[in-house]
């Protein structure tokens, strides 16, 4: 007997079928013990050559690609079928989703309501931050004329590169219901933690703004001078409503829980307040860009053999210490219930500091597999790292 999820999935290809009034279908969300082969695959008709082709777009939550199919070589339900807990069918009079639980049951919601069709083939990729937004100038990435200036231009990539990597984690976290839909009155609070002249902060705000959502955000970082000059510009920019400023120590701040947590670059163990921050106050999502390491490269004295050999070489051991570091951050978030991934989020031309530690909050108990990984590693190195203590991790 077909279950609730077969039939659902059979009317969603029946809607996906129908080119003339589809409008859009989104596939997002990892249903449990499956793995996905995109972060998010998005689907719409469109118009090429006068010919009706499907347009996919596969994400892995940094680089999207794209390929236009015909309708007629499209199978449907084997994309519906790849493991995603959450299908969104748009038409032109409605859309259905299809929520699939931890159980492989269908949560299945119809909605009425009148979409349009765009069957545009080459949007353009728009860049998220016009240079010559105000904010950029105030903040001194771009000049008097909206030009980014040459020596800000890598930090201006940068910042562009982590919203390119935030939004579509935070759509797929609401559209996966692990965060709320924000409103003005529940507005999205986005901690950026040692926010230093907060160009990622005002671009974190003002981009979510411009896509109508609604936002707080706090910039918190160590010095005084940070928080009287970034609030001066929020004031200027007549947005001192919804963005704040702190001149506090991450690990000793008065606000005490945020939505998201971002974190370009705060320095050495800065990093490992802001994540043990974020985790005791619940945070759902994390996007860390960790800075230098230097808290195990200094505790890397009894190295087990035989990976002294890649520790007798003090480049090759500062490179390690680095990795150890943020593999031993991914792996504790992840016993800690977080869904973690370790990424690259820009060239390693704008900065060697170009990895992310991307997390959200799944409230997974941990494997015992994991945790015996994990002890094992500290003690065999004899290292114990600063996120452990911050967090009581057992040793
Ligand atoms: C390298 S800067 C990065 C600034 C900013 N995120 C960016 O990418 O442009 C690091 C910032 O972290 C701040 N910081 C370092 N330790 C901190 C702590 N324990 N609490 C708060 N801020 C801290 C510093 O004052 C500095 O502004």
Redesign the pocket.
Known sequence: MATELDLAITKACEVISDTSTLVRVVLSGRRRNMTVPFERIDLRPVLIKDEIALQISQSDGRVTTVKNVAPKDFQARSYLELGYANILVEHTSGALSIRITKKGEAQVHEEKGTREQNLDHDRKKARLLDSSDPFLIEVGISDSDGRVKPSRSD?YI?VEEFLRLLVPTLNSAIEAKQISKPTLVNPLVIA??????A??TFAVHQYLRSIDMPVHVIG????PE?LKRNTEIAKKLGIAETIEFKA????QTSLTSCDIAI?????DT?TD?AIAWAVNGGAKLLLIAP?CQHDLQTQMSQVPEPWNLLTKHGLMKERLGDLMTDALRAQILKLVGYRTEVIEFIGGEHTPRNIMIRAVLTSAKAEAKDIENYKKMLEEWKIDPALASRLNIIK
């Open positions: 930090k940068q950026d933690l040692g926010c230093g002249s160009y990622l918190i970082d160590i010095r940070s506090e120590a991450i690990d974190a370009l670059h705060a320095c800065a307040d800075c």
